[in-house]
């Protein structure tokens, strides 16, 4: 079908119910049609017809900047950003900065802001920093019992509890380094049983 002022094709097809004699239907070029629209200012439900298919139009210029970001891939994990459009899945954290122009505006209409303002889990106390540094004296603590260290892995699991129960203060590393430097006077101190009698 031809648009109905040009010999173009019509890729447009409008069908206005405001006339009482009936539906007025209008096949037009997409030249004609973002003529119509943007010409159109009047507050009837054309008009409002009229936006939506204005922003329809606009949609043509969103998929040529979606077929650009589609090409970007991540260098760490090699992802590219089509993938995860069709997948909905990032494959590693390094994604949100090779994305971030992409992202941003998503994260931002499905979520309402790019930071988060939620309640944060119960059963994770602390920072990942903590976590983090937990786990590690954890790991160095089975590493001692295996060794068959026990005055090591004594020490570890008082520094392991006193972490869970302090405050951040107490995990940072100034405060494991003095932990440190105590251990190490403590066993200077430590009992010297005497040498058997033969």
């Known amino acids: 079908m031809k648009c109905q002022h040009c ?29 119509f629209l943007s010409s159109d200012g009047t507050a009837t439900p054309a008009s409002a017809l009229a936006s939506l298919l204005a922003k329809q139009l606009k949609m043509e210029k969103v998929a ?10 991540c260098p760490i994990c090699g992802i590219s950003f089509a993938d995860f459009r069709k997948g909905g899945r990032l494959g590693c954290a390094y994604d949100y900065v ?3 122009d992409d992202l941003e505006p998503l994260l931002v209409n499905i979520h309402g802001a790019l930071a988060h303002t939620g309640k944060v889990p119960t059963n994770q106390s602390g920072s990942p920093e903590r976590q983090h540094r937990l786990m590690q004296l954890k790991s160095e603590m089975k590493e001692a019992i295996t060794r068959e260290d026990y005055e090591s892995a004594s020490r570890l699991r008082d520094k392991i509890s006193k972490i869970e129960l302090d405050d951040e203060s107490s995990w940072t590393d ?7 430097d105590e251990d190490q006077d403590d066993e ?11």
């Open 7 to 35: 010999e173009k094709p019509a890729t447009f097809h409008i069908t206005e119910l405001t006339e009482p004699s009936g539906p007025t239907v209008l096949h037009l070029c997409e030249e004609h049609a973002r003529t």
């Open 98 to 100: 090779a994305f971030e």
């Open 64 to 73: 040529e900047e979606l077929a650009i970001s589609d090409k970007k891939t």
């Open 174 to 180: 100034d405060a494991l380094e003095e932990d440190m």
């Open 188 to 198: 200077d101190d430590t009992f010297q049983a005497d040498p058997p009698i033969v």
